[in-house]
T-cell receptor, first 112, second 117 residues
Framework: GQQLNQSPQSMFIQEGEDVSMNCTSSSIFNTWLWYKQDPGEGPVLLIALYKAGELTSNGRLTAQFGITRKDSFLNISASIPSDVGIYFCAGHSPGTASKLTFGTGTRLQVTL | GAVVSQHPSWVICKSGTSVKIECRSLDFQATTMFWYRQFPKQSLMLMATSNEGSKATYEQGVEKDKFLINHASLTLSTLTVTSAHPEDSSFYIC?????????????FGPGTRLTVT
């Protein structure tokens, strides 16, 4: 089946640093969603993107829907310890109704 | 808004028994609910999509007779793992979609950890 590739797979950063991660696909998507998952919890929706080129912010988070509709990125500014977790991108591809395809995840660890 | 709950949060059962997991949308009506399975350090894998009042649609490779899904109301879906085996041990997560909070946005429950001994 279709797969979304996320990079990096994991990253260690220092508190206060900015973080950037991206998600790519071999085919186009109609929507892009970014989720954060803490250990033992369900994913929490961070940002939803609906149009190619769209740039949306949610506090220290900013995400963009790529112009080609095959990629998206998520930036976190001034990281803090509670940003630790796994970040997943997800998207709806054309013709799949409501089904979400999830990315492989980016594990973020923040050091003091 | 858009809160989804799951019950139980964790369950241990013996091999051969059945386990039911409930998923509820607390503050909105969900026409569509989804069930995912997640193994350690892996991404979420969609098992099935359920619409209120109709049969669930299962993903390829998911046994519908083993994973029974019932979506009896706009706020409740249940997943029953029948004749559970140790390989069914996993983290099961449901999600619900609402067109009122945001189109095509899925909100997830906190997950249920199933351990089959």
């Amino acid at each position: 089946g279709q797969q979304l590739n996320q990079s990096p797979q994991s990253m260690f950063i220092q508190e206060g640093e900015d973080v950037s991660m991206n998600c790519t696909s071999s085919s186009i998507f109609n929507t892009w969603l970014w989720y954060k998952q803490d250990p033992g919890e369900g994913p929490v929706l961070l940002i939803a993107l609906y149009k190619a080129g769209e740039l949306t912010s949610n506090g220290r988070l900013t995400a963009q829907f790529g112009i080609t509709r095959k990629d998206s990125f998520l930036n976190i500014s001034a990281s803090i310890p509670s940003d630790v977790g796994i970040y997943f991108c997800a998207g709806h591809s054309p013709g799949t109704a409501s089904k979400l395809t999830f990315g492989t995840g980016t594990r973020l660890q923040v050091t003091l | 808004g858009a809160v989804v709950s799951q019950h139980p949060s964790w369950v241990i059962c013996k091999s051969g028994t059945s386990v039911k997991i409930e998923c509820r949308s607390l503050d909105f009506q969900a026409t569509t609910m989804f069930w995912y399975r997640q193994f350690p350090k892996q991404s979420l894998m969609l098992m099935a999509t359920s619409n209120e009042g109709s049969k669930a649609t299962y993903e390829q490779g998911v046994e519908k007779d083993k994973f029974l899904i019932n979506h009896a109301s706009l706020t409740l879906s249940t997943l029953t793992v029948t004749s559970a085996h140790p390989e069914d041990s996993s983290f099961y997560i449901c999600s619900a979609e609402t067109g009122t909070v945001g189109p095509y946005e899925q909100y997830f429950g906190p997950g249920t950890r199933l351990t089959v001994t």
